[in-house]
Each structure stands twice: as structure tokens, then as C-alpha cells.
């Protein structure tokens, strides 16, 4: 139970943070995770990149160098 509480908190965290920010914001964040540390998570990378207009990929490049 205790493990399962940890999990929702995190993920609750995680949804809060999410709609305080402009998806571009959002999307420059989840593009900071995917490439921090020593993997990178291409799956998540190739996600956010195919699913965005240019306008919305030029949004988040805005967002990211902010």
C-alpha cells in the first residue's frame, strides 16, 4: 500500500506540474528529461517530435532555450 501511495503522489505531482505550464513548456521539459543522464530516451523524444506541428516544434525550441 505504501508503495502504491508513493506512485500516486508522484504521478499527482507530476499531473499538477503539468497543467500549470503552456504545452510548449511541457513539451521542453519532457524533451530536457528524455536526453538528461547517461540514456536517453529516444521512444519519448521521437513521440513528442513527430506528434508536433513546426509552429508547436518552434514553440518548444523557444520554451527549451528559456
Known amino acids: 500500500m505504501k508503495d502504491l501511495?508513493?506512485?500516486?503522489s508522484k504521478n499527482l505531482e507530476r499531473l499538477i506540474i503539468a497543467l500549470m505550464l503552456t504545452?510548449?513548456?511541457f513539451d521542453?521539459?519532457?524533451?530536457?528529461?528524455?536526453?538528461?543522464?547517461?540514456?536517453?530516451?529516444e521512444h519519448a523524444l521521437i513521440e513528442i517530435l513527430v506528434t508536433r506541428s513546426n509552429e508547436q516544434i518552434h514553440a518548444m525550441n523557444a520554451a527549451y532555450q528559456s
Open 28 to 41: 521542453a521539459k519532457m524533451m530536457r528529461k528524455a536526453i538528461e543522464g547517461a540514456g536517453t530516451d
Open 23 to 25: 504545452p510548449a513548456e
Open 5 to 8: 501511495k508513493s506512485e500516486l
